[in-house]
């Protein structure tokens, strides 16, 4: 038995290929926002690291690169749910707030949390990404 396959291409006028859906995780992972988020991450893991590593082992290095890693997406998790609970201007605040207000926002609420932010914006854009699906299947 032999398998049919799948017609593709065709007439590009007529059939126009479909531009990817432009998720959150896209839309994030393409922005200057992920790449600055990405940096302070590495900044603030880096010096955690340093700090702490003369006192443990270097097995302790590889949970540290997973948190460097997931700290631009848990970033963002807690800048949008700052926004969604209160306001940008109070995320403004706290992103750049020139008396070092960011230093503790970040050391004392997105480090700790970091893992299950991650986790909760990688569950968010999933599920909107299958939302998004839908409504294109729909149409």
């Known amino acids: ?23 959150p995780m896209r839309r994030y992972l393409r922005s200057g926002e992920f790449g ?21 082992s ?23 749910l700052v926004i969604h609970l209160f306001s940008v201007r109070v995320c403004n605040f706290l992103n750049g707030s020139p008396r070092g207000l960011d230093a503790i926002y970040n050391i004392l609420v997105i480090m700790p949390l970091t893992l299950p932010l991650a986790l909760g914006w990688f569950i968010y854009c999933h599920r909107a990404a299958r939302k998004m699906r839908q409504q294109e299947s729909m149409q």
């Open 36 to 56: 600055w988020n990405f940096l302070s991450g590495l900044l603030v893991y880096g010096i955690a690291m340093f700090t702490v590593i003369k006192h443990f």
């Open 1 to 23: 038995m032999s398998r049919k396959r799948k017609k593709t291409g065709g007439n590009p006028a007529i059939h126009p290929p479909k531009a990817p859906l432009a998720t």
């Open 58 to 80: 270097l097995w302790f290095l590889l949970p540290a690169l997973l948190l460097i890693a997931l700290y631009p997406f848990a970033k963002k998790a807690m800048d949008s």
